[in-house]
Structure formats: C-alpha cells, structure tokens
C-alpha cells in the first residue's frame, strides 16, 4: 500500500510540472544585428543633422548608393570623419570624376572609390563630409543631379553650408562648371581639374566663389587654351563685379605645369597625369580656405 500510494503520489508530481511547462514559453536567444552590408541601397544610411543621438553614429566610407532624383537614380558613396556625430558642423567637398568612372552599369559602380580625387580630401586635416556620385553625362542633366545631390547631403548631414566646395575632373570638370554655375549659392570654391569650363561666368563673380584652374600645359585631350581661356573669362566677370586685380588674386588662380613637371615624376599622358593636383595637400588646402561671407 505504501509502495502504491509513492508512486502516485510521484504520477501527480509529473504531471503537474508537465502541464507548467506546457504553459511556459521557454525564452530565446536576442536576435544579432546584422552587419553593414555592401551591397547597394536605395536609401543612405542617415545621421542626424542637429544634435548627438544616444545611438551610435556610423562614420566611415558609405559606398555604392543610390538616391532616387528628379533627373532619375544618382549612383554615389559619400565619407563621414570619424569625429562626426551630429553635434557640429563640416565642410563639405562635392566631386566628380571623369569618363572611365561615370555610370556604365553595374560592373562600372565604385569605380571612383579609390580616386585620388575623392580619397585626397578624406585625408586632410581639416576632417570633411565628401561626396562623389557616377553619373551618367557630363550636361545639364548631370549638373543638377549633382546640386540635387548636395542638397541632398546638406539637409540630412550636419554640413556647414558657408564651407561646401565642388571639384570636378575631365568630364565631371565639365559637370561641376555648369553646376556651379547653376547654384553659386551653394558652394564656396571650386577646383576645375583637367577640363573645358561648360557654366557662365558672372554668377561666379557676382556670388564670390573662389575658382581653383589645373591643367597640365601638354594637355592632349582638352589643350590647355581651355583652361587659360576659363581663366580670362572668369577675370572678366570679377572685374566687372567691381573687384580689384589683388583681390581677383586672392579667389581666381591657375597652373599650368609644363610637360617637364610631369615627366620628373614619370607621367607622360598629361590629361590623366594632372590628377596630381590632389596629391598635394597645399591645393586642396587653398580650396577649403575660402568661405561664404
């Protein structure tokens, strides 16, 4: 009877602590976040643009994405200093690269990425928001998808918008003259690389925006007549906007290196050899020395 009486009092025992657990979700592992992924976005990766978050901010290059424009999807990567994180205002650098590193479809995307011309001014020590998109021409279409773009920066980035600039290269030289041309408001200094001068020239003067011309005197594709002639408009437009020579001096400046200067560096196609403008920080410095008033 004993024995009988253990055993189901063992039986009930079981079977209530069963029926507990039946009732009981037995609790999981927390999810793990994903890490970044490379592959394109529609939609940039945002940052607050007025005041530090409790969450931490992503710095770093941002690459391949894609930003859906009046003018159609604008292919682009952007920098954020390691420092940024929405409790202050950067500078702003706008590039664009030439032919070979436009948009030609998905094997051509991040082709700028290591460019000289967007990596020089990551690495300066004036830390900068940077931004180079792929585009699809070198008209007016793509100088206002590039103004877009920099609005689009502008208004979800924290950008001090008295110190955006703009560079183009070649072909995206051709872009960013227009587009500075069309949006003088918007940038304060300018770095024409190895190009035609496509914009007008009076908005230039008229809203005080410094103009950097480099072109290596043997330039085989453009000539370097381009870029002096560039130069004598754009002085034409600040004498006209009532500047004096000296102070025409200290915003408008040009450098046409002789074919020696290359060759003593070993470069002897003369179009692309004028890339060596970014190699050097007292340039790029020059650039972002100026500001809107």
């Known amino acids: 009877m004993n024995r009988f009486f253990s055993l189901s009092v063992t039986l009930v025992l079981i079977l209530t602590l069963a029926g507990c657990r039946a009732?009981?979700?037995?609790?999981?592992?927390?999810?793990?976040?994903?890490a970044p992924s490379a592959e394109l976005t529609e939609?940039?990766?945002?940052?607050t643009a007025s005041a530090v978050t409790s969450?931490?901010?992503q710095t770093g290059l941002f690459a391949?994405?894609?930003?859906?424009?009046?003018?159609?999807?604008?292919?682009?990567?952007?920098?954020l200093?390691?420092?940024?994180?929405?409790?202050?205002?950067?500078?702003?650098?706008?590039?664009?690269?030439?032919?070979?590193?436009?948009w030609f479809g998905e094997d051509s995307s991040g082709s700028n990425l290591n460019w000289s011309g967007f990596t020089a001014w990551t690495r300066l020590d004036t830390e900068m928001v940077v931004v180079s998109a792929q585009l699809t021409d070198w008209g007016e279409k793509s100088a206002r998808q590039a103004n877009e773009l920099a609005e689009y920066m502008i208004d979800h980035f924290s950008v001090d918008t008295s110190r955006v600039y703009a560079a183009g290269y070649s072909a995206g030289?051709?872009?960013?003259?227009?587009?500075?041309?069309?949006?003088?408001?918007?940038?304060?200094?300018?770095?024409?690389?190895?190009?035609?001068?496509?914009g007008s020239y009076a908005p230039i003067a008229e809203n005080s925006v410094?103009?950097?011309?480099?072109?290596?005197?043997?330039?085989e594709y453009y000539g370097s007549a381009k870029a002096r002639s560039a130069y004598e408009n754009l002085h034409d437009a600040y004498e006209n906007a009532g500047w004096s020579d000296a102070d025409i001096d200290q915003v408008l400046r040009i450098e046409t290196p002789n074919n020696a200067f290359f060759n003593e560096k070993g470069i002897y196609n003369y179009h692309g050899g004028a890339n060596v403008v970014f190699d050097d920080p007292d340039n790029l410095n020059w650039v972002i020395s100026h500001s809107k008033g």
């Open 23 to 34: 009732g009981t979700a037995v609790p999981t592992q927390p999810e793990t976040m994903p």
């Open 43 to 47: 939609e940039p990766l945002e940052s």
């Open 55 to 57: 969450e931490p901010v």
């Open 64 to 79: 391949e994405q894609i930003f859906s424009g009046a003018d159609g999807d604008i292919h682009y990567s952007y920098y």
């Open 81 to 102: 200093p390691d420092s940024y994180d929405g409790s202050r205002k950067f500078p702003m650098m706008v590039v664009m690269p030439g032919y070979n590193m436009m």
């Open 173 to 198: 030289g051709e872009t960013m003259s227009q587009a500075v041309a069309m949006r003088p408001d918007l940038y304060a200094a300018y770095l024409h690389g190895a190009s035609q001068w496509d």
């Open 210 to 219: 410094a103009i950097y011309i480099y072109m290596a005197d043997g330039d």
